[in-house]
């Protein structure tokens, strides 16, 4: 298999789409995917990005990405957060993943960020391992915590 690691560009948003959708169904949520193309092509393309992307290309085809994003840590400085990284089903197991994973590793390096932090899913024991045998530390006492934007409001509206 031969595959190259870009940059990912407008012309790829329906594949980027498509990815996360798969993502989606992987983790068990099939119906939780609110985001559109527009969505991805304002926050990914404008004046002011709100993510970076590489993505996996095999004969013009998207087969993987890695959705990035700078954030700031008041113990480490600047980070980068690992959003998402993605590999289609049927090529998954062949150096995919580890060649995206690489790609936003050497990016932080290269633009001498101080961490990059993700999570993932307790069952995925076969991302855990990958990731520890890159150096990774897993942080299972760590607990990942959100506010959906109907929450938020009922907050903001039960808090002024």
């Known amino acids: 298999m031969s595959f190259i690691v870009r940059q990912g560009q407008q012309k790829d948003i329906q594949a980027i789409l498509d990815l996360i959708i798969e993502l989606a169904v992987f983790e068990k949520e099939p119906n ?3 985001i559109t193309i527009d969505d991805l092509l304002n926050d990914g393309f404008s004046s002011t ?6 993505v996996a290309e095999e004969e013009n085809n998207i087969i993987g990405m890695a959705l990035f994003y700078e954030r700031y840590s008041t113990w480490k400085g600047k980070s980068i957060h690992l959003e998402d990284l993605i590999v289609t089903q049927n090529k998954r197991a062949l150096g995919v993943g580890k ?3 690489t790609a936003v590793l050497k990016y932080a390096f290269e633009n001498n960020f101080n ?3 993700w ?4 069952w995925n024991t076969n991302a855990i391992e990958f990731y520890k045998s890159t150096g ?14 109907e ?3 009922k907050f903001i509206q039960n808090n002024e």
């Open 49 to 54: 990005p709100k993510f970076r992307l590489f």
């Open 99 to 101: 060649a995206l994973y």
């Open 32 to 34: 939780v995917v609110e």
């Open 151 to 153: 929450n938020l409001a």
């Open 115 to 117: 961490r990059v932090a």
């Open 136 to 149: 990774a530390t897993y942080l299972s006492g760590w607990h990942v915590v959100q506010m959906n934007k």
């Open 119 to 122: 999570e993932v899913l307790d």
